[in-house]
């Protein structure tokens, strides 16, 4: 497990500042340059305040299939439509899953669509608690991302605050996942190669 520590003045307010820029750059280079979320209420994260959302975890995870074909490898399910996400183990069964947000149709701050792109990906990336964003905010950057896992150019799974967990798509293509859920995947779950499927919209 990581080491927990005081998070920054200066990304806390990043992250308060900026709900509606929430989301994923698409870019072709590898790093931790994509993705932004914020509230106006957000607690402190990596374990410091409670989570207190209103959402029923479990409705997510009750949605997914209970199997899934894995070819004999461990992946990750991304599936925008009914906005949920699940680890699957080498035979196939449903280890884990929960509430996921991907690409929104349309992001205002930069003028085109957001979509997380559908297929077959694998990490190829993985970072800790202390991932930041170089693109979001829109000309600024420093952005929170933590426990990023990068599967395609700029696109990636990774923490966002429980406030920011709503079933819709409103990111900038990464796909946001409750902190303790990124950091479970992360480290118990995930590695380099991992098999990240996400499905059409």
């Given at each position: ?59 997510y995870t009750s949605m997914l299939p209970g199997s899934y074909p ?32 991907a690409g929104a149709d349309f992001c205002s701050d930069i003028g ?90």
């Amino acid at each position: 497990m990581c080491k927990h520590q005081q998070v920054p003045a200066k990304y806390l307010l990043l992250f308060m500042m900026s709900f509606m820029f929430s989301g994923c750059a698409h870019q072709a280079t590898p790093g931790f340059d994509d993705d932004y979320s914020s509230s106006s209420n957000l607690p402190t994260y990596r374990g410091q305040a409670p989570y207190s959302s209103s959402f029923n975890e479990g409705s997510y995870t009750s949605m997914l299939p209970g199997s899934y074909p894995t070819n004999g490898e461990k992946l990750v399910l991304v599936d925008p439509n009914i906005h949920a996400w699940g680890a699957y183990d080498e035979n196939g069964n449903l280890v884990r899953g929960g509430i996921a947000t991907a690409g929104a149709d349309f992001c205002s701050d930069i003028g085109r669509p957001c979509h997380t792109r559908s297929g077959s990906f694998r990490i190829y990336s993985l970072g800790n608690a202390d991932c930041v964003s170089k693109s979001y905010p829109v000309g600024e950057g420093g952005a929170l991302m933590p426990y990023c896992m990068f599967f395609n150019g700029g696109e990636s799974l990774h923490g966002s605050p429980d406030q920011m967990m709503v079933p819709q798509n409103i990111s900038h293509g990464c796909v946001h996942l409750r902190i303790p859920d990124a950091e479970w995947i992360r480290y118990n779950f995930a590695s380099q190669g991992t098999r990240v499927v996400v499905k059409p919209y």
